[in-house]
């Protein structure tokens, strides 16, 4: 198995543009997470679905889309990009279980840069 | 607000001693937690997870404790190896099943 898989690995991009985050997973799992991490910070939850057709914002979505159409992909969109949003973002995806048991499975990672 | 706090400085250690990371956090009732690795350009991995009614849990040369009263998790590696190096974070719940993480300590072993 893959695992949690992330596209692209690094990417620049100039203020003002935009751009789609790709992220994968293949082990079934109906929760998947976007989160970024800047240097020094912890992960931040951009955005999370429980399932094809649901999300819902965390804690700091501004400037940032997602979509989730099927139970395998969650990609998450930035459509005007700024210097604020240069990061590392992670996504990541648990199994939907009862009793708390929601360990996370997360990518490698993808590096974005806006200038 | 909710904060997770955790030692920002890194811990330096020689080969072959306990390793002791600490996770303070307040205005949480977690149900339970977590502690994952992360090593450098990688993403976290999961190593354990505590839930509340756990006093202690263990995995190989990992142990981790919860203490719900001190409002306090610590991690232990004993018998640490180099390999153990890399940045440790700890995550509480929030919400019905998002997690919020906390900004990790780095534990360096020498040789």
């Known amino acids: 198995n893959a695992g949690v898989t992330q596209t692209p690995k690094f990417r620049i991009l100039k203020i003002g543009q935009s751009m789609t985050l790709q992220c994968t997973q293949d082990m079934n799992h109906n929760y998947m997470y976007w989160y970024r991490q800047d240097p020094g910070m912890g992960l931040k939850l951009i955005y999370y679905?429980?399932?094809?057709?649901?999300?819902d914002k965390g804690e700091v979505p501004n400037g940032y889309n997602v979509s989730r159409s099927t139970t395998e992909d969650f990609p998450l969109r930035l459509e005007l990009a700024a210097p604020s949003q240069t990061s590392v973002y992670f996504c990541a995806s648990s199994y939907s279980g009862t009793g708390g048991d929601e360990k996370l499975f997360f990518g490698s990672g993808t590096q974005l840069s806006v200038l | 607000s909710q904060k997770i706090e955790q030692n920002s400085e890194a811990l330096n250690i020689q080969e072959g001693k306990t390793a002791t990371l600490t996770c303070n956090y307040t205005n949480y009732s977690p149900a339970y937690l977590q502690w994952y690795r992360q090593d450098p350009g990688r993403g976290p991995v999961f190593l354990l997870l505590i839930r509340e009614n756990e006093k202690e849990k263990r995995k190989e040369r990992l142990k981790v404790t919860f203490d719900t009263t001190l409002k306090q998790s610590l991690f232990h590696i004993t018998a640490s190896q180099p390999a153990d190096s890399a940045t440790y974070l700890c995550?509480?719940?929030?919400?019905?099943?998002?997690?919020?993480f906390g900004k990790g300590t780095m534990l360096l072993v020498s040789p």
């Open positions: 679905s429980v399932g094809a057709g649901i999300t």
């Open positions: 995550a509480l719940v929030r919400g019905y099943s998002t997690l919020t």
